[in-house]
Antibody
Framework: EVQLVESGGGLVQPGGSLRLSCAAS????????MDWVRQAPGKGLEWVGR??????????EYAASVKGRFTISRDDSKNSLFLQMNSLKIEDTAVYYC???????????????WGQGTLVTVSS | DIQMTQSPSTLSASVGDRVTITCRAS??????LAWHQQKPGKAPKVLIY???SLESGVPSRFSGSGSGTEFTLTISSLQPDDFATYYC?????????FGGGTKVEIK
């Protein structure tokens, strides 16, 4: 069974930093692209970014709203995904979900499975 | 960026009703569209990918159609477990983008 378990959320002051983790199990983590998606309280879903697999040189993509402040990384030896968040703003307050990329044999990769999320609150 | 526009934003329906949700993309995305279902306090779950492919384990009352810029999600006979919020999402290009969501409520 595919499992994605996020951790590391909490309360942080504006301008601060936080590092989220996502522990993966039930699949070959190293084969898959991985995503971060967030959801502000009472709002819709916003894609944060993606990291590709080793075959694609672990390259990354980011939403404009977080580019230069957030960094996605992964440790395939530990089946773990990370989101380093710096210079946090109040508007970064959200539940952060990690997602497993799935291609179904296609050239495009969708978010095929989601974790349960971890809440990040940016407030003074 | 590709903008995804869903309608309606809220839909009131009864058990057994046929329900249709529309999603429009601001430019052609081929068939690279997914539909996700989210229940309150829970993580989203993918229902449909590549516009019309049913994810494994998803009931056959869910179906998707469309290509290019116009897409629909249809629930053929609404069940109590289907009251939730539904999001379309394009994965044709970066940044990946979601529609604003359609909340399906009990009438």
């Amino acid at each position: 069974e595919v499992q994605l378990v996020e951790s590391g959320g909490g309360l942080v002051q504006p301008g601060g930093s936080l590092r989220l983790s996502c522990a993966a199990s039930g699949f070959t983590f190293s084969d898959h692209y991985m995503d971060w998606v967030r959801q502000a309280p009472g709002k819709g879903l916003e894609w944060v970014g993606r990291i590709r697999n080793k075959t694609k040189s672990y390259t990354t993509e980011y939403a404009a709203s977080v580019k230069g402040r957030f960094t996605i990384s992964r440790d395939d030896s530990k089946n773990s995904l990370f989101l380093q968040m710096n210079s946090l703003k109040i508007e970064d307050t959200a539940v952060y979900y990690c997602g497993r990329g799935v291609d179904n044999g296609d050239p495009r990769v969708l978010i095929g499975h989601w974790g349960q999320g971890t809440l990040v609150t940016v407030s003074s | 960026d590709i903008q995804m526009t869903q309608s309606p934003s809220t839909l009131s329906a009864s058990v057994g009703d046929r329900v249709t949700i529309t999603c429009r993309a601001s430019q052609s995305i081929g068939r690279w569209l997914a539909w996700h279902q989210q229940k309150p306090g829970k993580a989203p779950k993918v229902l449909i990918y590549k516009a019309s492919s049913l994810e494994s384990g998803v009931p056959s009352r869910f179906s998707g159609s469309g290509s290019g810029t116009e897409f629909t999600l249809t629930i053929s006979s609404l069940q109590p477990d289907d009251f939730a919020t539904y999001y379309c999402q394009q994965y044709h290009d970066y940044p990946l983008t979601f529609g604003g969501g359609t909340k399906v409520e009990i009438k």
